[in-house]
DNA sequence: CTGAATCCTTCAGGATACTG
DNA sequence: CAGTATCCTGAAGGATTCAG
């Protein structure tokens, strides 16, 4: 993020910053997924890797990596054979989560109000295509 | 997002979905950024671009749609010259906004935090890629 | 079982120029 | 002023394979 000195009037760009960072460590498309699903206890990469469903192996490797270099999760691995790691929330990332789950409650409330806008939305897209056409009589 | 009839026993993979749309909605580079700018009150599109700093007019204009194809945004055109257009929140908007403002206010409290475990994360890192590279001598 | 490494495709997003 | 159109690049992410 750019920082410079801020001359702007608003100060908007302040607030808006930080959350830039959140996202960082939010937004992958998998990143919540993995918080969520983790958040219950321990668990196992496999267990993640089959809960999470889509995910490939690279990009749960790629995002554990991550939570945990972020110090979201704890990575337990167990010497033995077969090999057994476990990733579990910090304090911190527990603390993220109750607030994910406001972010997810609200996406329930309002999934069908969303999708109702965009329906309008594109039908009225449609019509007003449809419109020009009829202003562009062919060639 | 697959959807199947979810037979895998943790029903967490339920929750995470509706999380994977709230971040389609929010989690663009710039859609939160918008939202925190626009919260305050009606704001024009030069006014987003200035505030934002950083956004390119393609990318505000992109977000701006996608954000009022969900229902999160209220266009608004006065025909007048110059041509202005005015953005405000919708209500449900505004209540996705004070979820938002947790999840910053989190990311303020835990900044340092996150750049600690960062930090010693990669120096522990390098210190077992240092490690490697005395086991294996020059070939 | 738990990864790391490699290759390849897609696309978000930046720069720029044009229009009503 | 408020966009739209076009081109282009880097990075995200999928598939596959190798390794401890």
Redesign the interface.
């Known amino acids: 993020?750019?920082r410079?000195h801020t001359n702007?009037s608003?100060q908007?760009?302040n607030?808006?910053c930080?959350?830039?960072?959140?996202?960082d460590?939010?937004?992958g498309?998998w990143s919540?997924?993995i918080l969520?699903?983790a958040a219950?206890g321990p668990v196992r990469f496999t267990?993640l890797e089959?809960?999470?469903?889509?995910i490939s192996r690279r990009m749960l490797t790629l995002n554990l990596r991550k939570l945990?270099?972020?110090?979201?999760l704890v990575r337990t691995v167990h010497p033995t054979v077969p090999p057994k790691v476990e990733y579990s929330l910090t304090p911190?990332a527990q603390?993220?989560h109750t607030?994910?789950?406001?972010?997810?409650d609200?996406?329930?409330r309002?999934?069908t109000?969303?999708a109702?806008?965009?329906a309008s939305?594109?039908t009225a897209a449609a019509a007003k295509s449809a419109d020009c056409q009829n202003q562009q009589p062919g060639r």
């Open positions: 993020m750019s410079r702007v608003e908007v760009i607030e808006a930080p959350v830039t960072e959140v996202l460590h939010v937004a498309k919540i997924g969520v699903a219950l267990e089959r809960s999470i469903e889509g945990e270099r972020d110090g979201l911190m603390e993220l607030y994910l789950t406001g972010l997810v609200w996406a329930q309002h999934r109000a969303i109702d806008a965009r939305y594109d």
